[in-house]
């Protein structure tokens, strides 16, 4: 069992920086690849971010490439997700979640491929 923690969330202007990041609990955090979704309002959850367990392979939405980077720290069981140039339309409720299997890459933006889901942290960018 896995529970996972959002923070890090706020209001920002566009063209703002913010961190988010995900505390887990628990001695098996290493083992697992790590992701961040976001929902806006009437929309479906959308992948944002992925991280192998062994911090060696990384995956992106195209919306968010070349603006935010995830990383983790093994011995703290965090993950991060650091977001530059934010925009209006990266306003969302974003969270984590882990996944005990990697299944390929194109099983990495699928939620159903995640078995530990985190509350969430609203983030909003102001035009």
């Known amino acids: 069992q896995v529970q996972l923690v959002e923070s890090g969330g706020g209001l920002v202007q566009a063209g703002g920086s913010l961190r988010l990041s995900c505390a887990a609990s628990?001695?098996?955090?290493?083992?697992?690849?790590m992701g961040w979704f976001r929902q806006a309002p009437g929309k479906a959850r959308e992948f944002v971010a992925r991280?192998?367990?062994?911090?060696?392979?990384?995956y992106y939405a195209d919306s968010v490439k070349g603006r935010f980077t995830i990383s983790r720290d093994n011995a703290k069981n965090t993950v991060y997700l650091q977001m530059n140039s934010l925009k209006p339309e990266d306003t969302a409720v974003y969270s984590c979640?882990?996944?005990?299997?990697?299944?390929?890459?194109?099983?990495?933006?699928?939620?159903?491929?995640?078995?530990?889901w985190g509350q969430g942290t609203q983030v909003t960018v102001s035009s």
């Open positions: 979640a882990a996944s005990r299997v990697y299944a390929g890459s194109s099983s990495v933006a699928r939620p159903s491929f995640y078995d530990y």
């Open positions: 628990g001695r098996t955090f290493s083992s697992y690849d």
């Open positions: 991280i192998s367990s062994s911090d060696v392979r990384t």
